[in-house]
């Protein structure tokens, strides 16, 4: 056997919607192909024409009906927090000081790592989620365990372990040499191995000393081209605290602009309570406003405002941020976010949506070329989704008319039972249900 076609109802975004009603800025064939080899896709048409274009013995896959789409990207996830979501705190300052800083204690354990880890690209798969940007817990051995169990199931992720040297529990810190030294000899091991990406991790400013913040420049530097990601300006209470312990610079995204810790491939997780000069900081450096809505909502953090984001030129991705956020599911958190934007008196329509969770995501890790659509030469990461899964969604799609309304329905009603498979560079990687 040689390739494989997966045949379905194609749809991957070429361009970002402006609106409603672009439908130029995606390509849709209603019974088409996709077709894979050696991991990746080499050619994308009419089912009718996908004979011509695969190898002799391909092996077809009969999605007929169903959609098919890239697979779905998170742009911030805490790996470590798989047993603190849905834990019960006032704010954001109480839920870390209560519950994750007690839970991240355990991956210190190698074993215990090694078992989340696991536990954790089950439900990504499940959820269609392909590729994640992810925090693991200030322990070497909790990122360790995340690349080995990611290079084991060849998914392209992104990961680092968290630096932190202060205003937590003794046994979460680091020291500057040694959060520098184990980011180092991780990105060293792990960065650009296969489909591995490494993340230069300070948790956030409230974690880490000047002397740290210092290092973390250092480290930018000296791989210009790794990604960084922590928090900013996601609550008050933590927005005040940040003043406190740095009350020379301008701002919260100051601090981290400060230490030369924004660029194009720097996200930002949270971005809601943020001063003019702030989007002015992250557009000029092309830095990334992660959008996390179950987690903001949950938390009771705040607000996104997306349009301030979009006027201002500031780049966006779209997150779930478990533990602080709800759901694994992109579907679930674009219905969150949805629902954050009509408060705000803002529209997301569901062809943005989509783009958001696809194309829009590969974007904003600056991994276009790679995820994000089913272009020919892309990874075969794909999910293939169906809308008439759920029984209240197969009746409700019998007064569907558009992909809109459909693409719709998907993202308010659905979750991980619309989720036909996902592959993984075009191996199937979902598992029945037990
Ligand atoms: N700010 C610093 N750490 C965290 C975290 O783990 N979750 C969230 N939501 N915000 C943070
Ligand atoms: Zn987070």
């Known amino acids: 056997m040689s390739g494989t076609i997966l045949r379905g109802r194609v749809l991957t975004f070429v361009a970002e919607p402006q609106g409603a009603e672009d439908h130029d800025a995606y390509r849709y064939i209603e019974d088409g192909a996709v077709v894979i080899d050696g991991g990746k896709i080499i050619a994308v048409g009419e089912w009718s024409e996908a004979l011509k274009l695969a190898a002799p013995k391909a092996e077809v896959i009969d999605h007929k009906g169903k959609l098919i789409l890239p697979g779905f990207i998170d742009t911030h996830i805490h790996y470590p927090q798989m047993q603190v979501v849905g834990s019960y705190a006032k704010d954001l300052l109480e839920w870390l000081n209560t519950y994750t800083f007690i839970e ?4 210190g354990d190698e074993a215990h790592a090694a078992r989340i880890a696991s536990l954790f690209f089950d439900e990504l798969v499940r959820y269609g989620t392909t590729t994640a940007a992810a925090y693991c817990t200030v322990h070497p051995q909790s990122a360790e365990a995340f690349f080995a169990e990611a290079e084991k199931r060849n998914m392209r992720m992104i990961a680092g372990k968290v630096m932190m040297d202060r205003n937590a529990p003794e046994a979460l810190c680091d020291t500057p040499q040694r959060g520098y030294d184990d980011t180092k000899r991780l990105m060293e091991k792990w960065d650009g191995r296969g489909r591995l990406h490494y993340a230069i991790t300070p948790r956030f400013a409230l974690t880490s000393t000047h002397e740290q913040m210092e290092m973390c420049q250092d480290l930018a530097r000296e791989f210009p081209d790794a990604y960084i990601q922590t928090h900013v300006n996601e609550s008050l209470g933590e927005i005040a605290f940040a003043k406190e312990l740095y009350p020379n610079l301008p701002d919260y995204v100051g601090i981290y ?27 000029e450096t092309g830095a990334v406003a992660v959008f996390c809505p179950t987690s903001n909502l949950f938390i009771g953090s705040g607000l996104f405002d997306r349009q301030r984001m979009i006027e201002g030129n500031v780049r966006i991705g779209v997150a779930t941020d478990i533990g602080g956020g709800t759901s694994y599911s992109m579907l679930r958190t674009l219905d969150e976010g949805y629902k954050v934007l009509q408060l705000k008196g803002q529209r ?28 020919v030469g892309a990874d075969a990461d794909i999910v293939v989704l169906d809308a008439k899964a759920v029984p209240h969604m197969a009746l409700k799609m019998e007064q569907v008319e558009t992909l809109s309304e459909e693409l719709f329905l998907l993202q308010t009603c659905g979750d991980d039972r619309v989720v036909v498979q996902t592959y993984i560079a075009g191996a199937a990687a979902k598992m029945k249900a037990a």
Not at 260 to 283: N, V
């Open 348 to 375: 997301l329509s569901p062809i943005e949506s989509f783009y958001m969770m696809t194309l829009g995501n590969a974007r904003a890790l600056c991994l276009e070329h790679k995820i994000g659509s089913l272009e």
């Open 104 to 107: 991240e204690q355990r991956f």
């Open 257 to 283: 602009e400060h230490y030369g810790l924004l660029g194009p491939k720097t996200l930002l997780g949270h971005c809601i309570h943020m001063t003019d000069r702030e989007i002015e900081a992250m557009s």
